[in-house]
Protein backbone atom coordinates (compact mmCIF):
# COMPACT_ATOMS: atom_id res chain seq x y z
CA UNK A 1 0.00 0.00 0.00
CA UNK A 2 1.42 3.45 -1.00
CA UNK A 3 1.44 6.42 1.32
CA UNK A 4 -2.19 7.91 2.17
CA UNK A 5 -1.64 11.07 -0.17
CA UNK A 6 1.01 13.08 -1.51
CA UNK A 7 1.17 15.85 1.61
CA UNK A 8 3.14 15.47 4.58
CA UNK A 9 4.38 16.77 8.07
CA UNK A 10 7.59 15.67 9.27
CA UNK A 11 8.62 17.16 12.70
CA UNK A 12 11.97 16.40 14.84
CA UNK A 13 11.57 16.24 18.40
CA UNK A 14 13.10 16.55 21.77
CA UNK A 15 12.42 17.38 25.34
CA UNK A 16 13.93 16.68 28.91
CA UNK A 17 15.10 13.79 30.44
CA UNK A 18 13.09 14.36 33.40
CA UNK A 19 9.93 15.14 31.27
CA UNK A 20 10.32 12.11 28.66
CA UNK A 21 7.96 9.85 30.32
CA UNK A 22 4.72 12.21 29.79
CA UNK A 23 5.70 13.05 26.59
CA UNK A 24 5.64 10.21 25.09
CA UNK A 25 2.40 9.31 26.76
CA UNK A 26 0.83 12.36 25.67
CA UNK A 27 2.44 11.67 21.73
CA UNK A 28 0.86 8.19 22.04
CA UNK A 29 -2.43 8.77 23.77
CA UNK A 30 -3.51 12.19 22.96
CA UNK A 31 -1.58 13.93 19.73
CA UNK A 32 -1.40 11.22 17.01
CA UNK A 33 -5.06 10.23 17.76
CA UNK A 34 -5.83 14.37 17.29
CA UNK A 35 -3.83 14.85 14.49
CA UNK A 36 -5.79 11.94 12.10
CA UNK A 37 -8.52 13.56 12.62
CA UNK A 38 -7.86 16.65 10.97
CA UNK A 39 -9.24 17.41 7.81
CA UNK A 40 -6.97 16.38 5.21
CA UNK A 41 -4.07 13.45 7.68
CA UNK A 42 -5.14 10.36 7.52
CA UNK A 43 -2.30 8.30 9.15
CA UNK A 44 0.80 9.49 11.66
CA UNK A 45 3.67 7.48 12.68
CA UNK A 46 6.00 8.41 15.16
CA UNK A 47 9.74 7.09 15.93
CA UNK A 48 12.41 6.99 18.45
CA UNK A 49 16.43 7.27 17.87
CA UNK A 50 17.10 3.59 17.17
CA UNK A 51 21.11 4.09 17.73
CA UNK A 52 21.70 6.99 19.72
CA UNK A 53 23.50 8.67 16.92
CA UNK A 54 20.59 11.24 15.82
CA UNK A 55 20.72 14.58 16.12
CA UNK A 56 17.07 14.68 17.55
CA UNK A 57 15.75 11.70 19.19
CA UNK A 58 12.06 11.44 17.95
CA UNK A 59 10.95 11.78 14.38
CA UNK A 60 6.99 11.51 13.13
CA UNK A 61 5.44 11.73 9.85
CA UNK A 62 1.68 12.70 9.07
CA UNK A 63 0.23 11.78 5.71
CA UNK A 64 -2.15 14.26 4.44
CA UNK A 65 -3.92 14.07 1.04
CA UNK A 66 -1.44 17.33 -0.37
CA UNK A 67 0.67 19.72 1.26
CA UNK A 68 -2.27 22.63 1.22
CA UNK A 69 -4.07 20.43 3.73
CA UNK A 70 -1.07 21.68 5.89
CA UNK A 71 -1.71 25.67 5.32
CA UNK A 72 -5.65 25.54 5.39
CA UNK A 73 -7.24 28.73 7.90
CA UNK A 74 -9.38 25.74 9.20
CA UNK A 75 -5.75 23.55 10.00
CA UNK A 76 -4.22 26.94 11.77
CA UNK A 77 -7.09 27.91 13.55
CA UNK A 78 -6.77 23.98 15.15
CA UNK A 79 -2.99 24.45 16.15
CA UNK A 80 -3.89 27.76 17.76
CA UNK A 81 -6.51 25.78 19.81
CA UNK A 82 -4.14 23.14 21.50
CA UNK A 83 -5.40 21.00 24.38
CA UNK A 84 -3.98 22.47 27.74
CA UNK A 85 -2.00 19.10 28.25
CA UNK A 86 -0.81 19.64 24.77
CA UNK A 87 0.43 23.09 25.88
CA UNK A 88 1.84 21.89 28.72
CA UNK A 89 4.01 19.49 26.17
CA UNK A 90 5.28 21.62 23.78
CA UNK A 91 6.34 23.83 26.23
CA UNK A 92 8.69 21.60 26.63
CA UNK A 93 10.36 20.93 23.60
CA UNK A 94 14.27 22.09 23.80
CA UNK A 95 14.47 20.71 19.82
CA UNK A 96 11.79 21.14 17.54
CA UNK A 97 11.95 20.67 13.47
CA UNK A 98 9.17 21.19 11.12
CA UNK A 99 9.15 20.66 7.39
CA UNK A 100 5.73 20.73 5.75
CA UNK A 101 6.34 18.46 2.52
CA UNK A 102 5.12 17.30 -1.08
CA UNK A 103 5.79 13.40 -1.71
CA UNK A 104 7.58 13.31 -5.17
CA UNK A 105 8.52 9.75 -5.04
CA UNK A 106 6.63 7.15 -3.47
CA UNK A 107 7.91 3.65 -3.64
CA UNK A 108 6.38 2.26 -0.20
CA UNK A 109 4.62 -0.97 0.28
CA UNK A 110 2.77 -0.93 3.72
CA UNK A 111 5.57 -0.36 6.37
CA UNK A 112 8.21 -1.33 8.14
CA UNK A 113 9.44 -1.47 11.81
CA UNK A 114 12.36 0.86 10.86
CA UNK A 115 13.53 3.53 9.00
CA UNK A 116 16.56 5.18 7.99
CA UNK A 117 16.46 8.88 6.75
CA UNK A 118 19.02 11.08 4.90
CA UNK A 119 18.45 15.02 4.62
CA UNK A 120 20.09 17.29 2.25
CA UNK A 121 20.13 20.54 0.02
CA UNK A 122 20.32 19.30 -3.56
CA UNK A 123 21.53 21.97 -5.77
CA UNK A 124 18.51 24.19 -7.77
CA UNK A 125 19.79 23.31 -10.95
CA UNK A 126 20.05 19.49 -10.53
CA UNK A 127 16.81 18.77 -8.82
CA UNK A 128 15.10 17.70 -11.91
CA UNK A 129 17.96 14.46 -12.84
CA UNK A 130 18.63 13.67 -8.98
CA UNK A 131 14.92 12.90 -8.84
CA UNK A 132 14.85 10.85 -11.93
CA UNK A 133 17.90 9.10 -10.81
CA UNK A 134 16.37 8.00 -7.62
CA UNK A 135 12.59 6.86 -8.87
CA UNK A 136 14.56 5.33 -11.98
CA UNK A 137 17.55 3.98 -10.07
CA UNK A 138 19.14 4.43 -6.41
CA UNK A 139 15.49 3.86 -4.26
CA UNK A 140 14.70 0.64 -6.78
CA UNK A 141 18.32 -1.20 -5.89
CA UNK A 142 17.66 0.20 -2.42
CA UNK A 143 14.52 -1.59 -1.71
CA UNK A 144 14.94 -4.60 -3.60
CA UNK A 145 17.73 -5.55 -0.56
CA UNK A 146 16.87 -8.17 1.33
CA UNK A 147 14.38 -6.96 4.49
CA UNK A 148 13.76 -3.66 2.89
CA UNK A 149 10.05 -2.93 2.33
CA UNK A 150 10.15 0.31 0.78
CA UNK A 151 11.26 4.40 0.08
CA UNK A 152 9.78 7.89 -0.51
CA UNK A 153 11.31 11.31 -1.03
CA UNK A 154 9.61 14.08 0.66
CA UNK A 155 10.55 17.79 -0.40
CA UNK A 156 9.46 20.57 1.44
CA UNK A 157 7.52 22.71 0.08
CA UNK A 158 8.33 26.29 0.78
CA UNK A 159 4.85 27.63 -0.30
CA UNK A 160 2.97 25.56 2.02
CA UNK A 161 5.49 26.55 4.91
CA UNK A 162 5.33 30.20 4.24
CA UNK A 163 1.75 30.35 4.19
CA UNK A 164 1.51 28.55 7.59
CA UNK A 165 4.49 31.01 9.27
CA UNK A 166 2.30 34.07 8.06
CA UNK A 167 -0.58 32.79 9.94
CA UNK A 168 1.77 32.27 12.71
CA UNK A 169 3.20 35.61 12.79
CA UNK A 170 6.50 34.32 12.04
CA UNK A 171 8.83 36.37 9.88
CA UNK A 172 9.83 34.16 6.32
CA UNK A 173 13.79 33.75 5.87
CA UNK A 174 15.31 35.25 2.88
CA UNK A 175 17.70 32.80 2.69
CA UNK A 176 15.07 29.82 2.24
CA UNK A 177 16.22 26.65 0.07
CA UNK A 178 14.06 23.37 -0.33
CA UNK A 179 15.48 20.49 1.98
CA UNK A 180 14.93 16.80 0.68
CA UNK A 181 14.47 13.85 2.87
CA UNK A 182 14.65 10.15 1.78
CA UNK A 183 12.86 7.94 4.16
CA UNK A 184 14.17 3.84 3.68
CA UNK A 185 11.70 1.42 5.37
CA UNK A 186 12.87 -1.73 6.57
CA UNK A 187 11.82 -5.06 8.64
CA UNK A 188 15.13 -4.62 10.71
CA UNK A 189 16.97 -1.56 11.50
CA UNK A 190 20.04 -3.18 10.31
CA UNK A 191 18.92 -3.67 6.92
CA UNK A 192 17.54 0.20 6.77
CA UNK A 193 20.41 0.89 8.32
CA UNK A 194 22.68 -0.80 5.73
CA UNK A 195 20.84 0.38 2.83
CA UNK A 196 21.40 3.76 4.30
CA UNK A 197 24.94 3.78 4.28
CA UNK A 198 24.73 2.07 0.31
CA UNK A 199 22.71 4.34 -1.18
CA UNK A 200 24.32 7.60 0.80
CA UNK A 201 27.09 7.02 2.47
CA UNK A 202 29.29 8.33 -0.35
CA UNK A 203 27.04 11.18 -1.04
CA UNK A 204 25.68 11.53 -4.15
CA UNK A 205 28.44 12.81 -6.41
CA UNK A 206 26.94 13.04 -9.80
CA UNK A 207 24.76 15.67 -8.44
CA UNK A 208 27.04 17.96 -6.41
CA UNK A 209 25.60 16.64 -2.77
CA UNK A 210 28.82 15.85 -0.62
CA UNK A 211 28.38 12.80 1.94
CA UNK A 212 29.50 15.85 4.94
CA UNK A 213 26.30 17.61 2.88
CA UNK A 214 24.05 14.90 4.43
CA UNK A 215 22.46 14.45 7.41
CA UNK A 216 21.42 10.85 8.63
CA UNK A 217 19.44 9.04 11.12
CA UNK A 218 18.27 5.82 11.98
CA UNK A 219 14.39 5.32 13.68
CA UNK A 220 12.46 2.46 15.55
CA UNK A 221 8.78 2.95 15.09
CA UNK A 222 7.00 3.39 18.09
CA UNK A 223 3.37 4.02 17.29
CA UNK A 224 0.97 4.92 14.51
CA UNK A 225 -2.67 5.21 13.64
CA UNK A 226 -4.95 6.19 10.50
CA UNK A 227 -8.46 6.59 9.66
Keep these: ?51 GSAKVKYFATYETDK ?37 TIDQTHGFGAAVSIARFFPLEGRMD ?22 AFLAENDLDVSNEGAKAQGRP ?9 TVILEGATVEAAKSALSVGFGDGLRDYSVAA ?9 LMFGNNR
Design 67 to 103: PEDLSTPAYMALLGDQSVWSKKIMAQFNKFDRLTCKI
Design 172 to 180: IPADQKSEW
Design 212 to 220: SDIETADYL
Design 129 to 150: DLRRHMADTLLPSLIARPNMLG
Design 1 to 51: MALHGNGMLITFTEVPAETEEEFNEWYNREHIDERVWMPGFHRARRYVDAT
